[in-house]
């Protein structure tokens, strides 16, 4: 605000010769003090709105950016499961190994391993459940985290 008072009076006294004397000088120093705030208001809103707008984008492209490089929830089940499974007992994952990517049939997996078919069966259950409570429960901490 002493910028624009000190800017009126310049102003002023630049315009000294023009002023002829048809109203008070107080009237006069005052139009010009008046112009000038108006003047210094209108560019300060321009250059808040620029501001602004400079602002939202940039909030935006951040927000964008932090959405892009956000894995899905697909992509961080993925990466819980496989870390599940490496903190399972060798036998359990070889177990799933051999039923789910190697796809061994449970018979075939029972006959190599000396287990009853059912044992299999209930061994693939329990791990599923393990591994469906581990996976839960590290997608829990991400968003606890």
């Known amino acids: 605000m002493d910028d624009l008072a000190q800017d009126t009076f310049v102003r002023a006294y630049r315009s000294l010769s023009m002023y002829r004397g048809e109203a008070p000088f107080r009237l006069w120093l005052l139009s010009i003090a008046r112009n000038r705030v108006l003047r210094y208001l209108d560019e300060e809103g321009r250059r808040r709105s620029r501001e602004a707008e400079t602002l939202e984008a940039e909030i935006a492209r951040w927000m964008a950016r932090d959405v ?59 791990l599923r459940q393990v591994l469906r409570k581990c996976v839960e429960s590290r997608l829990a901490g991400e968003s606890h985290g």
């Open 68 to 126: 892009e490089d956000a894995p899905t929830l697909q992509e961080r089940e993925l990466t819980a499961l496989k870390t599940c499974i490496e903190t399972l007992a060798p036998e359990n994952g070889t177990l799933l190994t051999e039923f789910y990517f190697k796809k061994r049939s449970a018979v075939d997996i029972a006959r190599s391993t000396g287990k009853k078919e059912s044992a299999v069966w209930m061994a693939l259950l329990r």
